[in-house]
């Protein structure tokens, strides 16, 4: 039996991922930090699709936790992992709030890199597999702290992506904007400025970075518009991306908007 695995399962775009894998009939391990959300989510996805569904609990902000998973994808029978988890980073880089920061890095950096090497290995002997980092398309700016953290969690994937080409491992960064989820009001996000043609749908990017992911595909990026804003922000000089995002921040007022974990 395969599994996949999905960090941050419980809600948000983690969520839909294991809405749309269980309906697909994948087997699945969920990851997050509240026991009775994944208690709730399992007995919801176990009873709507039949599929067998772990739970583990743990908090990707702590090692020891990240050890833990790291164990458990080291067993061999994942299959596909989903390096979802993530909160909102709002705190500037210069007199901010450095244990948030170490924290959202452990998170959103360094956890998806742990759990990525625990899992390569057996996906690589058997000739298949698929890690999949939800990131951000604010990775391709510049910012604040969260997209400086997104931009690392890109680079991590396509440097992850080249490593095992040829070994039937696909390795995807989703790129999603701002989605409708609560993310934004668990971290305290608010949305005054953001155009409502740019909220993407969270079961609509989980449908997008699925079949990108299966296609092969390192980079996803879901909807037209955010398609069309990536490639202006990858084909413009540096200094144009720091205006851009200098105009961005000050116009939605939001600085850690993009892709929800």
Known sequence: MRFALITGGTSGIGLSFARALARDGASLVLVARDRARLDAVAD???????????????????????????????????????????????????GGDDALADAAYEVMGRAPRVLASAVAPAMRERGEGWIINV??????????????????????TEVLALELTGTGVNVTAVLPGWT?????????????????????????????AL??????????????????????????????????????????????????S
């Open 44 to 94: 919801e996805l176990r009873g709507a699709h039949g599929v067998p569904v772990e739970t583990l609990v743990a908090d990707l902000a702590e090692r020891d936790d990240q050890a833990r998973v790291a164990k458990r994808l080291g067993a061999g029978d994942i299959d596909t992992l989903v390096n979802n988890a993530g909160f909102s980073l709002k705190t500037p880089l210069v």
């Open 135 to 156: 990131v951000s398309v604010s990775a391709l700016t510049r910012q604040d702290s969260y997209s400086a953290l997104k931009a690392y969690a890109l680079a991590l």
């Open 180 to 208: 409708r989820t609560e993310f934004h009001s668990r971290g305290g996000s608010g949305r005054k400025g953001v155009p409502g043609f740019l909220w993407l749908d969270a079961d609509r990017v989980t449908e997008v």
């Open 211 to 260: 079949a990108d992911a299966r296609a092969g595909h390192v980079i996803s990026i879901p909807s037209k518009r955010y398609k069309v804003a990536a490639a202006v922000l990858q084909l413009l000089p540096n200094a144009a991306v720091r205006e851009v995002s200098r105009r961005i921040k000050g116009k939605t007022k939001t600085p850690s908007e993009g892709a929800v």
